[in-house]
């Protein structure tokens, strides 16, 4: 296609609206991407690891960044966001195929730290804040979590620790479909490790409510 309106272009046959038209239709679009890589990313969350849709998914994550696209706080305000996929050095909250996320809440720069360890009968909470540490407008866009106190939760009973720590957020790209973060360097806790590379995605889009309930305080 590109040959084609190259052509039409050169002979003259093309109007300037039908050449903005058709240069628009060849700019690769983020949010196809994005939609494509929250269905592989619950793919292989859901019906195991793959090696060539892994291919896809790091290949997907690379061009997303690579687009710089501008940082939209509203797709950090929502519910539980899932960790469906991770590539790098695994983070010591991922523990099998428990579920693991986070909920933001960009009006207060609040965040909840959800994970499961023994499926929903027995689980991490821990809650903190997260500031921007720069005023750029594009992605990828640094931030600094700090956990300030947890709980864990086993079969009903809530026992409160006293964690705390701080560790750096890389934003790679966010939108509605997917989340993609970085981590620039070791965690204070020793958590996450540098190099590590997560995609997130809604509870909803790997039905899983019922975490999301937990993990914001309500009634599963």
Same mark, same amino acid.
């Given at each position: 296609?590109f040959y084609?309106? $190259?052509?039409? %272009?050169a002979?003259?046959?093309? #109007?300037?609206?039908?050449?903005?038209? %058709?240069?628009?239709?060849?700019?690769?679009?983020p949010?196809?991407?994005s939609?494509?890589?929250?269905?592989?990313?619950v =793919?292989?969350? #859901?019906a195991g690891?793959?090696? $060539?849709?892994? #291919?896809?998914?790091d290949?997907l994550?690379?061009?997303? *960044? *690579?687009?710089?696209?501008?940082f939209?706080?509203?797709?950090?305000?929502?519910g539980?966001w899932?960790?469906?996929y991770?590539?790098g050095?695994?983070p010591?909250?991922?523990?099998?195929?428990?579920i $693991?996320?986070?909920?933001?809440?960009?009006?207060?720069g609040?965040?909840?730290?959800?994970?499961?360890?023994?499926?929903?009968?027995?689980?991490?909470?821990?809650?903190?804040?997260?500031t921007?540490?720069?005023?750029t407008?594009?992605?990828?866009?640094?931030?600094?979590?700090?956990v300030?106190?947890?709980?864990?939760?086993?079969a009903?009973?809530?026992?409160?620790?006293?964690?705390q720590?701080?560790?750096?957020?890389?934003v790679?790209? *966010?939108d509605r479909? $997917?989340?993609?973060?970085?981590?620039?360097?070791?965690?204070? *806790?020793?958590?996450e490790?540098?190099?590590?590379?997560?995609? =997130?995605?809604p509870a909803?889009?790997?039905?899983?409510?019922?975490?999301?309930?937990?993990?914001?305080?309500? #009634?599963?």
């Open positions: 296609r084609r309106v $190259a052509r039409d %272009c002979s003259g046959r093309m #109007t300037s609206v039908a050449l903005c038209m %058709c240069a628009l239709s060849l700019v690769p679009n949010a196809a991407r939609q494509r890589l929250q269905q592989l990313v =793919q292989q969350r #859901t690891p793959d090696r $060539a849709r892994a #291919t896809e998914i290949g994550i690379a061009e997303l *960044a *690579a687009g710089r696209s501008r939209d706080r509203r797709a950090f305000d929502g539980l899932v960790t469906a991770t590539s050095r695994l010591l909250w991922r523990v099998g195929d428990n $693991a996320g986070q909920a933001y809440d960009a009006r207060d609040t965040v909840v730290n959800y994970a499961e360890i023994l499926g929903p009968w027995l689980t991490l909470r821990a809650e903190g804040t997260f921007a540490d720069d005023s407008a594009r992605c990828p866009k640094d931030f600094t979590a700090t300030t106190g947890g709980a864990v939760e086993c009903g009973l809530r026992l409160t620790l006293p964690i720590g701080t560790g750096s957020l890389r790679l790209y *966010a479909f $997917a989340r993609v973060f970085s981590t620039p360097s070791d965690n204070s *806790a020793g958590w490790k540098e190099g590590l590379v997560a995609c =997130q995605v909803a889009a790997v039905g899983a409510a019922a975490a999301e309930a937990r993990a914001l305080g309500a #009634t599963a």
